[in-house]
């Protein structure tokens, strides 16, 4: 994990330079998270995500924006009697780009890869967990797309679509394929 952070922040350091200008802010809101795949679908589970972000201007339409992103994601099923929850954890690494759209100064469309990094994970029922650590993948790979509105200079409001194109389960324990498929919906506040 230390190896990814660095990469990280090499990126950032790397494409800063570049950069016009270069704004720090935070980030967080609610997630509506379930799993795409032929195995395993279920209902929408509500959770959170918070984390922070750097946001470099490349040119006047566009800019480049990482982040570092906590995220509680999973599934829930609540059909025939039975309560399940399965609970991910992950750190998310998205490598966004930010266009400004056509014909407007505070919209813009967010568009990149994203590194996942597994956490933890746990599958509850009726009150009882387990814990699926070591069944699950260490990373997952997706594609974020979304829309970000800027309020003002500080603050902005955001709608994202993350879906999975790895499977999360470790293909040497299960053989199931269920990706991750997040809504997101938040503010951010750059300084």
């Not at 990482?66 to 309560?83: A, F, H, K, M, T």
């Not at 759209?101 to 933890?120: N, R």
Request: hydrophobic share 40%.
């Amino acid at each position: 994990m230390k190896k990814i952070v660095l990469l990280f922040a090499i990126i950032a350091i790397g494409t800063s330079s570049f950069a016009q200008d270069v704004k720090y802010g935070i980030k967080g809101g609610l997630n509506l998270a379930n799993f795409s795949g032929d195995d395993m679908r279920g209902d929408s589970k509500a959770d959170i995500y918070f984390g922070g972000f750097m946001r470099m201007t490349l040119t006047e339409w566009l800019d480049f924006q990482p982040e570092l992103v906590y995220s509680r994601q999973g599934s829930s099923n609540d059909s025939e009697g039975i309560d399940a929850k399965f609970k991910t954890n992950f750190l998310n690494i998205p490598l966004l780009m930010r266009a400004k759209m056509i014909g407007s100064d505070k919209l813009y469309a967010i568009a990149g890869p994203q590194i996942g990094i597994h956490l933890s994970s746990e599958y509850e029922e009726d009150g009882d967990t387990a814990d699926l650590d070591k069944a699950m993948s260490v990373l997952d790979f997706s594609v974020a797309l979304g829309l970000q509105y800027d309020l003002n200079k500080q603050f902005s409001i955001e709608a994202r679509y993350n879906f999975g194109l790895t499977k999360i389960f470790d293909n040497d324990y299960y053989e199931i394929d269920a990706k991750n498929s997040v809504f997101q919906i938040g503010i951010a506040a750059s300084f």
